[in-house]
C-alpha cells in the first residue's frame, strides 16, 4: 500500500504473452516443493472456503489507507466462478462517486507462510487486474500481498513486515511491488512508500492472467527478496539495504496471504485520484491460483499446518505416504498421528473434496471397483475426488457408492486405503477431527442462527453469508443432535408437518432433535421422515429453514466444511 512514483518500462523479456487460465496451479519450480495452494475450484456463485480463507469486512477506514470503500462477505463482491476462478468485484450504488462503494478482501487463515532459516519461500499467483482503463478505473486499486504473522500477535505495522507482490491503481495497466518494514513515517524503509519497485507497465494485465511472484531467500548472505513478473525477476531488495534488525523483523518470520480490490485511497491519489463519475461500477479481480512452494533446510511453509487430522481405525490417521511431499500418485496409507505432519491435515472443501498439501484424495485411476486404492492428485472435480461424510463416521465416495476402508480392519503403519462396499464396520470409521464447523447449504450460506452469538432459547435457525468467526455458524455432532452454542437443533413444537420451522432450543434428547445422513448431502429428521429444507431452494440472508419431504434437491443439500 505504497505511494509509489518512479515510472520503469518493464524490459521486453518481461512483457511475454499473456497467459490462458489453468485448471491447477503450476508445477513446483526447479528444487522446490509445493507446500500449500488453492485454485479456487469452487461452484459458481458461492463463497469461499472459510476453512482456509477469513473475509475482512468493514468500512474502507478500517484499513487505514484511505479507501473509501466497504468490504463485504457478500457473493456479490466475492465468488467463485465455476470455472476455477475467484472474483473479487468492486460495485457502486446511487450518484456520488465517492460513497456507495462495496468490494472484497480476503486473507488466508492460516499465517504460517515463510522461508525457514537456510531456505527459499514463493509465493506465486495467477491473475488478473479489473478489465478497466485510465479513463473509466480511477480508484480501483487491486492488490495481491502479504502481512507478517507477527501483525495477528499485536506487533505494529510497518515493522512486522509487508510484501506487495502486485498492485495496479487506477487502471494504469501497471504493477508495483514493494516491501514495508521499519517504523512509519520515514524510517529505514522511507515510509509509508516503502522500498519499491516503482511503475512498471503491465501490458495485457487486464486482458488476461499473468504469474506474479515473490521469492523470500534466507539461504544466501545478504538474504533477498525477488519479485518475479510472468517468470522473470524484475525486482530484487537486499539485506544490507537496511539494518540488520529492521530486515529481520520484517522478514524472518511467517506471513498470512491477501487478495483485495480497493476503492480509493491515498496510493490512487498520488496518481490523480478517484473515483470519479466515470469510474465503473462492476469490474473484478479474476483469481485463478495461488501457491506457497518450499526448497532448502526445514522447508515447512513456515511450519503451520492446515485443516485437521481424520482419525481411523486403530486411532492411526490417515497419512500421505513420504515426508510431505505429496506428489501426483502418492499412496494414501493409516500412520502414527503426528501434529506437526501437514500430510496428515486435510481440508473437507465446499465442493465434496478432501485435500490436503495442495491436491486431493483420490481413487486410483477413478476406479469404483471394490478394492481400488486411494491417492493423492491434483484436483480436477471429478467424481473419484468426491466424498460424503454421514453421521456414522463412514466417508462415502459418491460416484461407486463405496466407502473408504482399511483392508480387514487394519491398523498397522503404511496400511493402504481404499473403497470398499459401505458395512459399517470399523474399518470404515474415520473421524474428522475438526470439532465444530460451518454447514454450508443453498447457495454457500451457512446454518445460521439470528442475532448475534446469543443463541437464547427458541432463536431462528437460518440461513445467511458465511463468516468465520461467528460462532452461531459453528456446528458439531453430539450423538444424533447438532449443536451451536450449547444448544440443539431443534424442530419447532416437535412438529412433523411439512413446512415445521427450525429453531435453537435447549437440548432435551427428544425426537424433534434427531438427525442423521439422508444421502446425497441431506439431513433427515428420523421422527417426521423429512429433511433438512431451504424453502423453495431460497438462497437469501435471513431464509427461515424447515422440514419438508426429502426430494434431493438443492434446496436440501447441507455439507459440513
Not at 531456505?119 to 485510465?134: C, D, F, W, Y
Not at 509509508?192 to 511472484?213: I, K, M, P, V, W
Request: proline content about 4%.
Amino acid at each position: 500500500m505504497a505511494l509509489l512514483a518512479a515510472i520503469v518500462a518493464v524490459p521486453a523479456y518481461y512483457a511475454i504473452t499473456t497467459v490462458t487460465a489453468n485448471a491447477t496451479v503450476n508445477p513446483p519450480p526447479a528444487g522446490f516443493t509445493l507446500t500449500w495452494s488453492d485454485d479456487f475450484n469452487g461452484a459458481n456463485g458461492t463463497g469461499v472456503d472459510t476453512n482456509v480463507w477469513k473475509y475482512d469486512t468493514g468500512p474502507g477506514s478500517t484499513f487505514g489507507t484511505g479507501e473509501i470503500e466497504t468490504m463485504t462477505s457478500s457473493t456479490a463482491n466475492v465468488h467463485y466462478d465455476g470455472q476455477g476462478n475467484l472474483l473479487l468485484t468492486a460495485l457502486h450504488s446511487g450518484s456520488d462517486p465517492r460513497a456507495g462503494w462495496t468490494s472484497g478482501r480476503i486473507e488466508t487463515q492460516s499465517a504460517g507462510f515463510g522461508a525457514a532459516p537456510g531456505g527459499v519461500m514463493r509465493v506465486e499467483s495467477r491473475l488478473q487486474q479489473p478489465n478497466v482503463n485510465t479513463a473509466n478505473g480511477a480508484g480501483y486499486w487491486p492488490a495481491f500481498w502479504m502481512l507478517g504473522a507477527p501483525l495477528r500477535a499485536g506487533v505494529s505495522w510497518p515493522g512486522s513486515g509487508e510484501i506487495d507482490v502486485m498492485e495496479d491503481i487506477n487502471g494504469r495497466s501497471s504493477l508495483f511491488s514493494t516491501l514495508h518494514c521499519g517504523v512509519n513515517p520515514g524510517g529505514p524503509c522511507n515510509e509509508s512508500t516503502g522500498l519499491g519497485s516503482g511503475e512498471r507497465a503491465c501490458g495485457g494485465c487486464q486482458t488476461g492472467f499473468h504469474n506474479y511472484a515473490v521469492e523470500v531467500d534466507r539461504s544466501m548472505s545478504p538474504e533477498q527478496i525477488r519479485f518475479y513478473f510472468d517468470g522473470g525477476n524484475f525486482f530484487t531488495l537486499n539485506a544490507n539495504q537496511v539494518d540488520a534488525t529492521t530486515w529481520s523483523n520484517a522478514v524472518d518470520h511467517p506471513f498470512f496471504i491477501i487478495y483485495d480490490l480497493a476503492i480509493g485511497g491515498g496510493f490512487p491519489d498520488a496518481f490523480g485520484g478517484g473515483p470519479f463519475a466515470s469510474t465503473v461500477s462492476g469490474a473484478s479481480m479474476v483469481i485463478d491460483s495461488v501457491a506457497v512452494y518450499n526448497k532448502g533446510p526445514g522447508s515447512t511453509g513456515g511450519g503451520s499446518v492446515v485443516g485437521n487430522t481424520i482419525l481411523g481405525p486403530g486411532g492411526k490417521c490417515i497419512d500421505v505416504s513420504g515426508d510431505d511431499t505429496g506428489g501426483n500418485g502418492t499412496p494414501v496409507q493409516l500412520w502414527d498421528c503426528q501434529t506437526a505432519a501437514r500430510d496428515q491435515h486435510w481440508v473437507l472443501k465446499n465442493n465434496g473434496s478432501i485435500q490436503t498439501l495442495g491436491r486431493c484424495l483420490d481413487v486410483t485411476g477413478g476406479s469404483t471397483a471394490g478394492g481400488a486404492k486411494l491417492e493423492l492428485w491434483d484436483c480436477n472435480g471429478t467424481g473419484a475426488q468426491q466424498w460424503r461424510t454421514t453421521t456414522n463416521g463412514t466417508l462415502v465416495n459418491p460416484a461407486s457408492g463405496k466407502c473408504l476402508d482399511s483392508p480387514s480392519g487394519a491398523t498397522g503403519n503404511g496400511t493402504r486405503l481404499q473403497i470398499w462396499d459401505c458395512n459399517g464396520s470399523g474399518a470404515q470409521s474415520f473421524v474428522y477431527n475438526g470439532g465444530a464447523s460451518n454447514i454450508v447449504g443453498p447457495g454457500g450460506k451457512c446454518i445460521d442462527v439470528a442475532g448475534d452469538d446469543n443463541g437464547t432459547d427458541g432463536a431462528v435457525v437460518q440461513l445467511w453469508d458465511c463468516q468465520d468467526t461467528s460462532r452461531d455458524q459453528n456446528w458439531k455432532w453430539s450423538g444424533s443432535s447438532l449443536q451451536s452454542l450449547g444448544r440443539c437443533l431443534d424442530i419447532a413444537g416437535a412438529g412433523t408437518a411439512n413446512g415445521t420451522v427450525l429453531q435453537l432450543h435447549d437440548c432435551t434428547g427428544n425426537a424433534a432433535q434427531v438427525w442423521v445422513d439422508g444421502g446425497n448431502g441431506t439431513l433427515r429428521n428420523p421422527q417426521s421422515g423429512r429433511c433438512l429444507d431451504s424453502p423453495n431452494g431460497s438462497t437469501a440472508n435471513g431464509t427461515r429453514l424447515q422440514i419438508w419431504d426429502c426430494n434431493g434437491s438443492g434446496a436440501q443439500t447441507f455439507r459440513k466444511s
